[in-house]
């Protein structure tokens, strides 16, 4: 277990639903991520929080909403979402914002999203 | 053109066998090069990393960098069943800012059978 909890592991959604995911780290770590994994695409970075501030948004549509109550918890809400937006979401964290050789990312399990 | 160029597979080959995994770049300035390991229904855990060109080596895994041909290579000897995942190679510019710039590769399946 790599001390990255994300829930539900599926999840199947309508157009016009709208859902949370919610992703949890026991590492206290200060700094959380949600990527995207399509198949045979690359992992796409969505957002970045570092101390439950948002650092980085690359250019995700407005479907996709992110929340950071606490250093230790994460969502992404989902609404109006469209059939290419079915992928794994993934949540990982670090110790912080440092660099890719200082820090090392943990990610979740993740969830695998379809939408009809 | 993209970043980061990785075969995506599959790869399959016995129990024993030297697996190479490789991808190519295009943007010169990276200098941080790592590979991931993504097993079925997981998600991706470092596997390792280095800096600069060279090579690294960890147990049966060997990372190699040579940033003259732009290409990063992964070499599993004696592979087992266990190492069967997908391979992920990322890369990255910066050391001081955020891991948000790590510029991944598609991933290449493996499967090494008994």
């Known amino acids: 277990e790599t001390g990255v909890t994300q829930t539900p592991r599926h999840l199947v959604m309508g157009m016009t639903n709208k859902k949370s995911l919610k992703c949890e780290q026991h590492l206290g770590h200060n700094a959380m991520y949600w990527y995207k994994q399509s198949a045979k695409k690359p992992l796409e970075l969505m957002f970045v929080?570092?101390?439950?501030?948002?650092?980085e948004n690359n250019s995700v549509p407005s479907r996709f909403s992110p929340e950071c109550p606490n250093s230790s918890h994460l969502f992404l809400h989902l609404h109006t979402l469209q059939p290419e937006d079915s992928a794994l979401y993934l949540c990982a964290s670090s110790q912080d914002l440092a660099g890719p050789l200082l820090e090392k990312l943990f990610f979740g399990s993740g969830t695998q999203l379809s939408v009809l | 053109q993209k970043e980061v160029e990785q075969d995506p597979g599959p790869l399959s080959v016995p129990e024993g066998a030297i697996v190479s995994l490789n991808c190519t770049y295009s943007?010169?300035?990276?200098?941080?090069f790592m590979w991931y390991r993504q097993y079925s229904r997981k998600g991706p855990e470092l596997l390792m990393y280095t800096y600069s060109s060279g090579n690294k080596e960890d147990g049966r895994f060997t990372a190699q960098v040579d940033k003259s041909s732009k290409y990063i290579s992964l070499f599993i000897r004696d592979s087992q069943p266990s190492d069967s995942a997908t391979y992920l190679c990322a890369m990255s510019a910066d050391r001081g800012s955020t891991l948000g710039r790590l510029y991944f590769g598609r991933g290449t399946q493996l499967t090494v059978w008994p």
């Open positions: 929080y570092s101390l439950e501030e948002r650092v």
């Open positions: 943007n010169s300035a990276f200098q941080y």
